[in-house]
T-cell receptor, first 110, second 115 residues
Framework: GEDVEQSLFLSVREGDSSVINCTYT??????LYWYKQEPGAGLQLLTY?????DMKQDQRLTVLLNKKDKHLSLRIADTQTGDSAIYFC??????????FGRGTSLIVHP | GAGVSQTPSNKVTEKGKYVELRCDPI?????LYWYRQSLGQGPEFLIY????????DSGLPNDRFFAVRPEGSVSTLKIQRTERGDSAVYLC?????????????FGEGSRLTVL
């Protein structure tokens, strides 16, 4: 079945880069997504990448996709305290309905 | 409204009771999704509507769970004979496409606590 795996926690110093990793198992994945969830709020789409791309850059965010290894990463440059949140990786397989990972809690400290 | 609205934001009920959770999607969005998020977990898919019909209900855990969207807009998730294991945040999301693409707009969720 479909499975999306992420590490649970990441702690970085303000101003450093953060890299959040995700692996997935569905080889038919068409779209891969990063969502952000702040405390008490709903999930918010940050960025996405089509499976025929290997990189996408959007301001401070860089998404890298290694389709061969089924590995997705999100790099946040110049991480700020406002970036502290839970980041969810999601993929849409053959059903086109997103399957989410457990989320990575990013903690940014001064 | 501007975003996806879910009510109630919090619901506390007793084991065995019936509950209804409501979702008002973004105006004009044809696709509507329900997910369930337990503590420390990611959202778990329950059901997907395209218009009025349930296009995929494969995530509903058992027949105590049911959802409707009679006019293709507001949706209600109904849980009968609630159990303590049903305690979670129930998330609703909508999207504008006729085919699911994963670009979902989420509400803030309804937190259900079953005592």
């Amino acid at each position: 079945g479909e499975d999306v795996e992420q590490s649970l926690f990441l702690s970085v110093r303000e101003g450093d880069s953060s890299v959040i990793n995700c692996t997935y198992t569905d080889s038919s994945s068409t779209y891969l997504y990063w969502y952000k969830q702040e405390p008490g709020a709903g999930l918010q789409l940050l960025t996405y990448i089509f499976s025929n791309m290997d990189m996408k850059q959007d301001q401070r965010l860089t998404v890298l996709l290694n389709k061969k290894d089924k590995h997705l990463s999100l790099r946040i440059a110049d991480t700020q305290t406002g970036d502290s949140a839970i980041y969810f990786c999601a993929e849409t397989g053959g059903s086109y309905i997103p399957t989410f990972g457990r989320g990575t809690s990013l903690i940014v400290h001064p | 409204g501007a975003g996806v609205s879910q009510t109630p934001s919090n619901k506390v009920t007793e084991k065995g009771k019936y509950v209804e959770l409501r979702c008002d999607p973004i105006s004009g969005h044809t696709a509507l999704y329900w997910y369930r998020q337990s503590l420390g977990q990611g959202p778990e898919f329950l059901i997907y509507f395209q218009g009025t019909g349930a296009a995929d209900d494969s995530g509903l855990p058992n027949d105590r769970f049911f959802a409707v969207r009679p006019e293709g807009s507001v949706s209600t998730l109904k849980i009968q004979r609630t159990e303590r294991g049903d305690s979670a945040v129930y998330l609703c999301a909508s999207s504008g496409g006729t085919r699911p693409t994963g670009e979902l707009f989420f509400g803030e969720g309804s937190r259900l606590t079953v005592l």
